[in-house]
């Protein structure tokens, strides 16, 4: 194990991602995958600093209660639905925490509504619950949101393909290179066994680390249900490539 | 402390069609101050815009576009670049954009120097958006850049493709003063398509 003092960032190295634990860039049934996926090859090429290097985000610029979704921020008042404590650590892939670093998260509200003007589903939209959240990755890894779980919501023009309760996750990681967008799905949904994008995952190991598992609730003796998701990106320690 | 495997990296999913507004705040495609109104960055300014494009030229509406590059030194903020050159920290280093009903984006930002010498001054390129399972990858580079010559990524492509990672500038326009307007387009597939990045 390096000796890295803490909160000095692990300068580290990326290996191309493995295809049988990442989604096929088309799906049936989905047809935007298929007009927006390149047909060409992607290009090898030696990644450099541009690549190495990435965004950081200061801790000051998010506001206190952006990691709580269950609460409207202007009203105080609660949104609609069941309250979930989401906790989780982010890791590189040699098990070393992603530390002080961005998470972006956002969710249909528990009707299976986005704030969004794309979104035509005509479920309600609830005046309590923006669908938004932000939360730093603590010095070990880990992350918390107070929010309610997402109801599930139909595709349109999908042959009556229902979206399974998710949560968006957008993560930033170390570099550009650990650059991850992904969805977290609940464990015992009978809507996951035929969801499009689960299933893109070929493999199955991969597929069950998409779905977050049950955990105590952290806020006890205040009730809410307790998940855990835990996220590892890419990279692994290295030695730097460039001092100059 | 336990020891287990870890995984690989967790499996990416598209980022979808309700990519929230409120995470793409005034200024976010704005790099040339930290916040607006903060002290301005040093270096030339580029006025960027371009449209996503899907097959058979349809505008790719409502993706997100990111974008990360060095200040006008050619240095990054970022602890992995362990050089002893100062870095501008009134620069912003990344931004975002959504692509409107035209598939239409644009950044305001500066002209980054050459991060190493030998690769030429571009801007990395992140596309997100839905029927993207995984994300796009690509770089941007600038017209008229004589390291464009040497730099290894562009070596390595044929003409064609290597003239669709450079961008054109805008016809010139009054009252733009010294700001550089450049024009990149992206085609996520079909006619004209970019070149991505292997990731």
Not at chain 1, 152 to 174: E, K, Q, T
């Amino acid at each position: 194990m390096s000796k890295t003092p803490p909160g000095d960032a692990v300068l580290a190295a990326f290996a191309r991602y493995d295809d049988a634990s990442q989604p096929s860039r088309v799906v049936a049934g989905y047809p935007n995958t298929r007009t927006r996926t390149p047909a060409a090859a992607p290009v090898v090429y030696a990644p450099g600093l541009s690549e190495i290097t990435g965004p950081t985000f200061d801790p000051a610029a998010l506001r206190p209660g952006e990691d709580n979704l269950a609460v409207a921020p202007d009203t105080g008042r609660r949104a609609i639905g069941q309250i979930i404590v989401l906790t989780g650590r982010v890791g590189d892939e040699d098990g070393r925490p992603v530390r002080h670093s961005l998470v972006e998260l956002w969710q249909a509200n528990g009707a299976g509504r986005y704030i969004h003007g794309h979104d035509d589903n005509d479920a309600p939209l609830d005046p309590d619950f923006t669908g938004v959240g932000r939360a730093m990755t603590d010095s070990e890894g880990y992350y918390r949101f107070v929010t309610i779980k997402p109801g599930a919501y139909p595709v349109p023009d999908s042959g009556n393909w229902w979206r399974p309760p998710h949560i968006h996750f957008s993560l930033f990681g170390s570099s550009a290179m650990s650059r991850l967008v992904t969805q977290m799905y609940f464990p015992g949904e009978p809507l996951n066994a035929d969801d499009r994008l689960i299933n893109s995952v070929p493999d199955a190991a991969a597929r069950e680390r998409l779905v977050c598992r049950v955990v105590e609730n952290p806020l006890a003796p205040t009730p809410a249900l307790g998940f855990a998701f835990d996220i590892v990106l890419r990279g692994r320690a290295a030695t730097p490539w460039i001092e100059a | 402390m336990k020891h287990r495997p870890v995984p690989p990296p967790t499996p990416s999913q598209t980022i979808g069609p309700f990519f929230p507004p409120h995470l793409i705040p005034p200024g976010a495609n704005d790099l040339t101050s930290r916040a607006p109104g903060a002290p301005p960055a040093a270096g030339e300014i580029v006025l960027l815009s371009g449209r996503i494009i899907g097959e058979g030229g349809k505008p790719a509406v409502n993706a997100l576009i990111e974008i990360w590059q060095a200040d006008a030194a050619g240095r990054f903020d970022h602890p992995a670049d362990r050089r002893n050159t100062p870095v501008d920290r009134n620069f912003a280093f990344w931004g975002r954009a959504r692509t409107d009903g035209e598939g239409g984006y644009r950044f305001r930002t500066i002209k980054p120097g050459s991060v190493d010498g030998a690769s030429a001054p571009h801007i990395s390129v992140t596309i997100l958006g839905s029927g993207l399972m995984r994300r796009l990858v690509t770089r941007m580079y600038f017209p008229d850049a004589t390291l464009n010559e040497s730099d290894p990524l562009l070596r390595s492509l044929d003409e064609a493709r290597r003239r669709r990672l450079i961008a054109r500038r805008k016809s010139p326009r009054g009252g733009e003063g010294e700001e550089l307007a450049l024009v990149f387009d992206i085609v996520l597939r079909g006619e004209g398509e970019t070149p991505f990045l292997d990731d």
